[in-house]
């Protein structure tokens, strides 16, 4: 499968524990992106990488978040201390320059 | 903040109907994509429009791209019951750092009944 791939699918955490995901893009995709989902909306935009530069990363939700992609492959997000209120879908998308963004299946996380 | 706003926010049709989305967005755009979304799974790419085409078609679907009344439409033709699912415009707008992100609107959730 050469498509956008998440680790874990789903995550079970209980509040004040830290949490990471890892998105593995398409192979030749030089950009990356996070966005979050919450029940009912759409996806909300978090933060972008090109190659391995977080080229934005003003959008995310607080300073419990962080992104990385040290060699500008795959990238993982981490959220420390977690809240109830981070309980949502975190989906990954990956595009070759500025087309299509193509999305992984996303990590579903549950906060108790 | 969604820039997007789908209209209706739900519909129901029967099998072999056409059905109609709506999209309307606030800001300038570099292009529209329409993506659809199986229920808690990922978003799959249906379309891409940029802002100086009018018209996509794509199998079953067609999109049409105002950008003078900043609003997108999508069409799917002879629906089936598998096309059962949410539908989100997006619109790409390019980030000052040469990058860009997509901010999707709330969805359009379409029902085909066999």
């Known amino acids: 499968d050469t498509g956008v791939s998440q680790n874990p699918r789903h995550k079970i955490t209980k509040r004040g524990q830290n949490v990471t995901f890892r998105c593995d893009p398409i192979s030749e995709h030089n950009r990356l992106y996070w966005y979050r989902q919450t029940l009912g909306q759409g996806p909300e935009f978090l933060t972008y990488f090109q190659n391995e530069a977080q080229l934005e990363k003003s959008r995310l939700l607080s300073d419990r978040f962080s992104a990385e992609r040290p060699k500008g492959s795959f990238s993982t997000l981490e959220i420390q201390r977690t809240e109830q209120g981070d309980s949502a879908m975190y989906l990954c998308a990956s595009s070759l320059a500025a087309n299509e963004q193509y999305f992984g299946p996303g990590t579903r996380l549950t906060v108790t | 903040s969604q820039q997007g706003e789908e209209d209706p926010q739900a519909l129901s049709i029967q099998e072999g109907e056409n059905a109609t989305m709506n999209c309307s967005y606030k800001t300038s755009i570099n292009n529209l994509q329409w993506y659809r979304q199986n229920s808690g799974r990922g978003l799959v790419h249906l379309i891409l429009i940029r802002s100086n085409e009018r018209e996509k078609h794509s199998g079953r679907l067609r999109v049409t791209l105002d950008t003078s009344k900043k609003s997108s439409s999508l069409l799917i033709t002879a629906s089936r019951a598998a096309d059962t699912a949410s539908y989100f415009c997006a619109t790409d707008a390019a980030l000052g750092n040469a990058g860009n992100m997509l ?12």
């Open chain 2, 103 to 114: 901010t999707f609107g709330g969805g359009t959730r379409l029902m085909v009944k066999p």
